[in-house]
């Protein structure tokens, strides 16, 4: 098993709340580091699992270890049970580890029956810094599920789009997304070709035959399921005219890769979108370990009419930052000027330009540096 990061932060947030949800996409580790923490376990889209909870209730509330319900949007009726056993003591803190593949049904049973009694917490497939000995190169290109590339690589491709056959013919369909699954593919396959790019639900209504209202509420359970995310734009009086339509972003790259027909990374980096890929990569990887370390932010982007652009834009309430990536092993100190130029229309506080560097320099809030460098920095503030 490979050491998750953020399961500090479960350990933290069970001394702390009454619940915790751990959520993310399938297959991302969740069942795996639930377990490391020595709960008494039952995966709720078993029956079996589901009547042998039912029939032990009143003697698993009395245990003294967490209570791990796994796919917990499997059994809707087990959310009004948590609320009534949190609420009979308060005081008691780390009951119950709620896991599950972020769906509407599942998000609606938590707002209207645990809110004020859980904290949330994001599990991403595993991240750069999660495997040191692997090369950044591989990780980039085959992503971070560990059944898919991330500790199996010959597994990928296959294993990518077997999984999104899955998702579309299973389990988006069972959360409520009203498509059939060769549409879905249809829209997987457009959003891996505008993946870093404006949002234009029009173009891809256009091209599924759909309307821009309906691509729109498929995006919607896409994001839910954690596999694309909507990166807004930032909203700043700059005296320009900003572009305001989200960018759009698969949230793994394995997965992107293998809509795109990728093969390896010799393979990945002769294509002509590669710069747009490893974008993506990088704001996966630093948004996750500010996820890991419990760091809140806002994340956005900013491009003006007039082409300035910062690629990620963080917003930690006291301070800003603005991180501009390049897929170049010898950035240009144009770059970090155009960077730092663009920064000061937002007034930002730290100003990073992420590359293939060799070389990670420093100095009054400027910094240039690799992405494996930014990682093991990221929690300075």
Not at 179 to 199: C, F, N, S, Y
Not at 234 to 241: C, E, P, Q
Not at 325 to 341: G, H, S, Y
């Amino acid at each position: 098993m490979v050491p998750r990061k953020v399961a500090a932060l479960v350990r933290q947030r069970l001394r702390q709340y009454p619940a915790v949800a751990l959520v993310g996409p399938r297959q991302a580790g969740k069942t795996t580091l639930a377990r490391s923490l020595r709960g008494t376990y039952f995966d709720l889209e078993q029956a079996s699992d589901r009547l042998r909870l039912d029939l032990q209730w009143n003697s698993v509330l009395k245990g003294r270890v967490p209570i791990i319900l796994d796919e917990a949007q499997a059994w809707p009726e087990i959310f009004p049970r948590l609320r009534g056993a949190i609420d009979a003591d308060r005081t008691r803190k780390g009951r119950f580890l709620i896991l599950g593949s972020v769906s509407p049904s599942l998000m609606v049973q938590v707002s209207e029956s645990l809110a004020g009694r859980l904290s949330l917490i994001e599990l991403t497939p595993l991240l750069a810094n999660e495997l040191p000995a692997a090369p950044l190169a591989r990780v980039w290109c085959r992503g971070g599920y560990p059944e898919g590339g991330a500790l199996r690589p010959r597994r990928f491709p296959q294993w990518q789009r077997d999984y999104l056959d899955l998702l579309a013919q299973r389990d988006l369909p069972a959360w409520g997304l009203p498509a059939k699954p060769q549409v879905t593919l249809r829209l997987l396959k457009m959003l891996a070709a505008v993946h870093a790019h404006p949002w234009n639900a029009s173009q891809v209504g256009q091209s599924l035959g759909l309307s821009y209202h309906t691509v729109n509420s498929h995006l919607d359970f896409l994001v839910g399921a954690f596999l694309i995310r909507r990166l807004p734009p930032y909203h700043a009086n700059l005296g320009k005219r900003l572009v305001k339509s989200p960018k759009i972003y698969w949230r793994d790259t394995g997965l992107l890769h293998a809509l795109l027909n990728v093969l390896d990374e010799d393979d990945l980096l002769g294509k002509p979108w590669a710069g747009f890929s490893w974008e993506g990569f990088v704001i996966e990887q630093v948004l996750g370990a500010f996820q890991q370390a419990g760091r809140h932010c806002e994340a956005f982007f900013l491009r003006t009419s007039d082409q300035h652009e910062i690629d990620l834009v963080l917003d930690f309430g006291r301070s800003l930052w603005a991180i501009e990536v390049k897929l170049t092993t010898a950035p240009d100190p144009e770059d970090l000027a155009r960077l730092n130029k663009t920064a000061d229309l937002i007034k930002a506080d730290k100003r990073i330009l992420v590359s293939q560097t060799t070389a990670s320099i420093a100095r009054a809030g400027q910094v240039s540096c690799n992405l494996p460098w930014l990682l093991a920095h990221a929690q300075e503030r």
